[in-house]
Protein backbone atom coordinates (compact mmCIF):
# COMPACT_ATOMS: atom_id res chain seq x y z
CA UNK A 1 0.00 0.00 0.00
CA UNK A 2 1.14 3.48 -0.61
CA UNK A 3 0.54 6.87 0.13
CA UNK A 4 2.54 8.82 -1.92
CA UNK A 5 3.76 9.15 -5.58
CA UNK A 6 6.01 6.60 -6.57
CA UNK A 7 8.36 7.68 -9.68
CA UNK A 8 8.83 4.10 -10.42
CA UNK A 9 5.16 3.49 -10.81
CA UNK A 10 3.67 4.36 -14.73
CA UNK A 11 0.56 5.11 -13.46
CA UNK A 12 -2.28 3.74 -10.67
CA UNK A 13 -5.07 2.37 -12.29
CA UNK A 14 -8.70 1.43 -10.49
CA UNK A 15 -10.30 -1.69 -11.22
CA UNK A 16 -13.27 -3.30 -10.09
CA UNK A 17 -12.74 -5.45 -6.78
CA UNK A 18 -13.06 -9.21 -8.72
CA UNK A 19 -10.78 -7.98 -11.77
CA UNK A 20 -8.16 -6.64 -9.25
CA UNK A 21 -7.70 -9.39 -7.19
CA UNK A 22 -7.65 -11.91 -10.28
CA UNK A 23 -4.55 -9.94 -11.35
CA UNK A 24 -2.83 -9.76 -7.63
CA UNK A 25 -3.44 -13.60 -6.84
CA UNK A 26 -0.32 -14.79 -8.29
CA UNK A 27 1.82 -12.35 -5.77
CA UNK A 28 -0.91 -11.68 -3.02
CA UNK A 29 1.25 -13.74 -0.58
CA UNK A 30 4.58 -12.99 -1.46
CA UNK A 31 4.72 -9.16 -2.54
CA UNK A 32 5.00 -8.09 0.98
CA UNK A 33 1.29 -6.84 2.27
CA UNK A 34 2.26 -6.17 6.36
CA UNK A 35 -1.40 -5.95 7.09
CA UNK A 36 -2.09 -9.46 5.77
CA UNK A 37 1.37 -10.20 7.87
CA UNK A 38 -0.23 -8.70 11.39
CA UNK A 39 -3.43 -10.09 10.23
CA UNK A 40 -2.11 -13.39 11.06
CA UNK A 41 -0.10 -12.70 14.08
CA UNK A 42 -3.31 -11.16 15.76
CA UNK A 43 -4.97 -14.30 14.77
CA UNK A 44 -2.87 -16.68 16.93
CA UNK A 45 -5.35 -15.23 19.88
CA UNK A 46 -8.34 -14.22 18.05
CA UNK A 47 -8.82 -17.47 16.44
CA UNK A 48 -8.27 -19.87 19.08
CA UNK A 49 -11.24 -17.33 20.94
CA UNK A 50 -13.08 -17.45 17.68
CA UNK A 51 -13.34 -21.61 18.81
CA UNK A 52 -13.76 -21.37 21.88
CA UNK A 53 -16.92 -18.94 21.04
CA UNK A 54 -18.57 -21.41 18.86
CA UNK A 55 -21.67 -22.87 21.17
CA UNK A 56 -23.72 -24.71 18.85
CA UNK A 57 -23.34 -28.77 18.81
CA UNK A 58 -21.06 -29.98 17.12
CA UNK A 59 -19.12 -30.97 14.46
CA UNK A 60 -19.17 -27.62 12.94
CA UNK A 61 -20.30 -25.78 9.61
CA UNK A 62 -17.63 -23.16 9.39
CA UNK A 63 -17.72 -20.06 6.23
CA UNK A 64 -14.56 -18.24 5.47
CA UNK A 65 -16.12 -14.93 3.36
CA UNK A 66 -13.76 -13.41 1.07
CA UNK A 67 -11.20 -16.36 1.26
CA UNK A 68 -9.00 -15.04 -0.88
CA UNK A 69 -5.80 -17.50 -1.34
CA UNK A 70 -6.75 -19.88 1.79
CA UNK A 71 -5.01 -18.43 4.36
CA UNK A 72 -7.84 -18.67 6.76
CA UNK A 73 -9.43 -21.62 5.15
CA UNK A 74 -6.18 -23.46 5.89
CA UNK A 75 -6.71 -23.06 9.37
CA UNK A 76 -10.26 -24.48 9.87
CA UNK A 77 -9.09 -27.47 8.21
CA UNK A 78 -6.68 -28.38 11.50
CA UNK A 79 -9.87 -27.99 13.56
CA UNK A 80 -11.11 -31.67 14.25
CA UNK A 81 -13.97 -30.27 15.33
CA UNK A 82 -15.06 -28.78 12.13
CA UNK A 83 -17.48 -31.01 9.98
CA UNK A 84 -16.89 -28.60 6.35
CA UNK A 85 -14.90 -25.65 5.54
CA UNK A 86 -17.06 -23.55 3.18
CA UNK A 87 -14.81 -21.12 1.09
CA UNK A 88 -16.32 -18.35 -0.59
CA UNK A 89 -14.40 -15.65 -2.82
CA UNK A 90 -15.47 -13.36 -5.85
CA UNK A 91 -12.32 -13.43 -7.56
CA UNK A 92 -11.86 -17.18 -9.38
CA UNK A 93 -8.13 -16.28 -9.42
CA UNK A 94 -8.11 -16.19 -5.29
CA UNK A 95 -9.94 -19.18 -5.55
CA UNK A 96 -7.20 -21.27 -7.50
CA UNK A 97 -4.09 -20.27 -5.19
CA UNK A 98 -6.43 -21.29 -2.85
CA UNK A 99 -7.66 -24.45 -3.91
CA UNK A 100 -3.88 -25.33 -5.22
CA UNK A 101 -2.99 -24.53 -1.42
CA UNK A 102 -5.74 -26.45 0.32
CA UNK A 103 -5.58 -29.27 -1.63
CA UNK A 104 -1.44 -29.73 -1.08
CA UNK A 105 -2.85 -29.24 2.81
CA UNK A 106 -4.85 -31.86 2.53
CA UNK A 107 -2.60 -34.92 0.67
CA UNK A 108 0.07 -33.85 3.33
CA UNK A 109 -2.18 -34.50 6.19
CA UNK A 110 -3.33 -37.61 4.63
CA UNK A 111 0.21 -39.17 5.06
CA UNK A 112 0.57 -39.49 8.75
CA UNK A 113 3.68 -40.69 10.09
CA UNK A 114 4.02 -44.78 11.27
CA UNK A 115 3.13 -43.50 14.88
CA UNK A 116 0.69 -40.73 14.25
CA UNK A 117 -2.97 -41.66 14.06
CA UNK A 118 -4.57 -40.61 10.50
CA UNK A 119 -6.42 -37.10 11.53
CA UNK A 120 -9.70 -36.43 10.34
CA UNK A 121 -10.09 -33.00 8.07
CA UNK A 122 -12.71 -31.42 7.39
CA UNK A 123 -14.90 -31.53 4.10
CA UNK A 124 -13.81 -28.86 2.01
CA UNK A 125 -16.15 -26.88 -0.31
CA UNK A 126 -14.38 -23.76 -2.69
CA UNK A 127 -17.10 -21.84 -4.31
CA UNK A 128 -17.36 -18.42 -6.46
CA UNK A 129 -19.74 -16.24 -4.53
CA UNK A 130 -20.12 -12.18 -5.33
CA UNK A 131 -21.82 -10.66 -2.68
CA UNK A 132 -22.50 -7.65 -4.57
CA UNK A 133 -23.65 -9.52 -7.13
CA UNK A 134 -26.11 -11.54 -5.27
CA UNK A 135 -28.42 -11.12 -2.57
CA UNK A 136 -28.61 -14.05 -1.05
CA UNK A 137 -25.61 -16.38 0.12
CA UNK A 138 -25.43 -20.05 -1.92
CA UNK A 139 -27.49 -22.55 -0.15
CA UNK A 140 -24.64 -24.53 0.51
CA UNK A 141 -23.27 -21.95 2.91
CA UNK A 142 -26.52 -20.63 4.55
CA UNK A 143 -27.42 -21.55 8.12
CA UNK A 144 -23.95 -22.28 9.49
CA UNK A 145 -22.01 -21.98 13.00
CA UNK A 146 -20.05 -19.95 12.40
CA UNK A 147 -18.21 -17.59 9.51
CA UNK A 148 -14.57 -16.21 9.81
CA UNK A 149 -14.07 -12.92 7.23
CA UNK A 150 -10.56 -11.07 7.52
CA UNK A 151 -9.36 -8.07 5.83
CA UNK A 152 -12.44 -8.12 3.42
CA UNK A 153 -15.26 -5.95 4.52
CA UNK A 154 -12.97 -3.04 3.05
CA UNK A 155 -13.95 -3.79 -0.16
CA UNK A 156 -18.17 -3.92 0.49
CA UNK A 157 -20.48 -1.80 1.51
CA UNK A 158 -21.06 -2.23 5.20
CA UNK A 159 -25.06 -3.00 4.46
CA UNK A 160 -24.08 -5.44 1.87
CA UNK A 161 -21.80 -7.41 4.12
CA UNK A 162 -23.39 -7.74 7.01
CA UNK A 163 -27.00 -8.73 5.10
CA UNK A 164 -24.97 -11.75 3.67
CA UNK A 165 -23.78 -12.71 6.62
CA UNK A 166 -26.80 -12.37 8.72
CA UNK A 167 -28.39 -14.99 6.15
CA UNK A 168 -25.14 -17.20 6.29
CA UNK A 169 -25.48 -17.86 10.19
CA UNK A 170 -27.64 -19.55 12.35
CA UNK A 171 -29.27 -17.86 15.41
CA UNK A 172 -26.46 -17.69 17.88
CA UNK A 173 -23.52 -18.27 15.15
CA UNK A 174 -20.69 -16.30 15.24
CA UNK A 175 -18.46 -14.14 13.40
CA UNK A 176 -14.62 -13.09 13.75
CA UNK A 177 -14.11 -9.99 11.43
CA UNK A 178 -10.97 -7.92 10.79
CA UNK A 179 -10.41 -5.15 8.84
CA UNK A 180 -7.76 -2.13 7.76
CA UNK A 181 -8.59 0.67 10.65
CA UNK A 182 -10.22 3.92 9.13
CA UNK A 183 -7.15 5.97 10.36
CA UNK A 184 -5.02 3.78 7.26
CA UNK A 185 -8.01 3.86 4.66
CA UNK A 186 -8.09 7.88 5.37
CA UNK A 187 -4.52 7.58 3.86
CA UNK A 188 -4.39 4.67 1.61
CA UNK A 189 -6.01 1.72 0.13
CA UNK A 190 -5.26 -2.07 -0.52
CA UNK A 191 -3.70 -2.69 -4.04
CA UNK A 192 -0.49 -4.04 -5.69
CA UNK A 193 2.20 -2.70 -8.15
CA UNK A 194 1.80 -4.97 -11.62
CA UNK A 195 4.88 -6.55 -12.88
CA UNK A 196 4.25 -6.85 -16.32
CA UNK A 197 2.82 -2.81 -16.72
CA UNK A 198 4.35 -0.98 -13.10
CA UNK A 199 0.78 -0.01 -12.86
CA UNK A 200 -0.22 0.46 -9.34
CA UNK A 201 -3.30 -1.83 -9.51
CA UNK A 202 -6.50 -0.36 -7.06
CA UNK A 203 -9.07 -2.22 -6.16
CA UNK A 204 -13.06 -0.61 -5.08
CA UNK A 205 -12.45 0.20 -1.21
CA UNK A 206 -14.03 1.70 1.70
CA UNK A 207 -12.83 3.67 4.69
CA UNK A 208 -14.83 1.90 7.78
CA UNK A 209 -14.84 3.38 11.01
CA UNK A 210 -14.66 0.95 13.90
CA UNK A 211 -17.99 2.56 15.61
CA UNK A 212 -19.86 2.43 11.49
CA UNK A 213 -19.34 -1.30 11.52
CA UNK A 214 -20.24 -2.21 14.85
CA UNK A 215 -23.65 -0.21 14.26
CA UNK A 216 -24.46 -1.86 11.45
CA UNK A 217 -23.51 -5.11 12.71
CA UNK A 218 -26.34 -4.56 15.26
CA UNK A 219 -28.84 -3.09 12.53
CA UNK A 220 -28.60 -6.73 11.11
CA UNK A 221 -28.65 -8.75 14.72
CA UNK A 222 -25.36 -9.33 15.62
CA UNK A 223 -23.53 -7.94 18.39
CA UNK A 224 -20.00 -7.86 19.70
CA UNK A 225 -19.05 -10.33 22.00
CA UNK A 226 -16.91 -9.86 25.06
CA UNK A 227 -13.74 -8.78 24.73
CA UNK A 228 -15.00 -5.69 22.48
CA UNK A 229 -12.87 -4.80 19.22
CA UNK A 230 -8.90 -4.99 19.42
CA UNK A 231 -7.32 -1.99 17.45
CA UNK A 232 -3.80 -2.06 16.68
CA UNK A 233 -1.32 0.18 15.92
CA UNK A 234 2.25 -0.38 14.46
CA UNK A 235 5.11 0.15 16.59
CA UNK A 236 9.12 0.36 16.32
CA UNK A 237 9.17 -2.95 17.18
CA UNK A 238 6.65 -4.30 14.94
CA UNK A 239 8.71 -3.79 11.47
CA UNK A 240 11.32 -6.44 11.39
CA UNK A 241 8.36 -9.08 11.39
CA UNK A 242 5.74 -7.35 9.42
CA UNK A 243 8.55 -5.82 6.94
CA UNK A 244 10.27 -3.12 5.68
CA UNK A 245 6.79 -1.76 4.05
CA UNK A 246 5.64 -1.44 7.70
CA UNK A 247 7.65 1.49 8.78
CA UNK A 248 6.16 3.89 7.07
CA UNK A 249 3.08 3.54 9.16
CA UNK A 250 4.80 3.57 13.09
CA UNK A 251 2.46 5.28 15.18
CA UNK A 252 -0.80 4.74 12.92
CA UNK A 253 -3.53 2.38 13.35
CA UNK A 254 -3.87 0.07 10.77
CA UNK A 255 -5.86 -2.71 11.77
CA UNK A 256 -8.89 -3.73 14.28
CA UNK A 257 -11.11 -7.58 15.01
CA UNK A 258 -13.21 -8.90 16.73
CA UNK A 259 -15.99 -11.86 17.34
CA UNK A 260 -19.48 -11.03 16.63
CA UNK A 261 -22.99 -13.71 17.77
CA UNK A 262 -26.08 -13.26 16.01
CA UNK A 263 -28.85 -13.14 17.95
CA UNK A 264 -30.65 -16.18 18.66
CA UNK A 265 -34.50 -16.22 17.55
CA UNK A 266 -37.16 -15.36 20.12
Known amino acids: MSTTS???????RYLPT???????AAVYDTDGNFLQALDTIELKTLFPQFLRS?????????????CGTGRNTALLLTVPDIEEAIALDSSEGMLEVARSRLLQQADDGASPS???????TPKLRLEVFDMLA?????????????VISTLVVEHVPLSTFFSQVAQILKPGGVLLLTNMHADMGAIS????????????IRPTSY??????????AKRWGLEVEDGGIKERAVDEGMVEKLGFRSRKWVGVTVWFGGIFRKRASS
Request: zero cysteines; aromatic letters at 6%; hydrophobic letters at 35%.
Open 6 to 12: DPSLSSV
Open 18 to 24: NEAYNRW
Open 114 to 120: DRAPPRT
Open 189 to 200: QAGFVDADTGEK
Open 134 to 146: SPSPPASAQQVDA
Open 207 to 216: SHTVADVVAE
Open 54 to 66: ITSPKPWRIVDLG
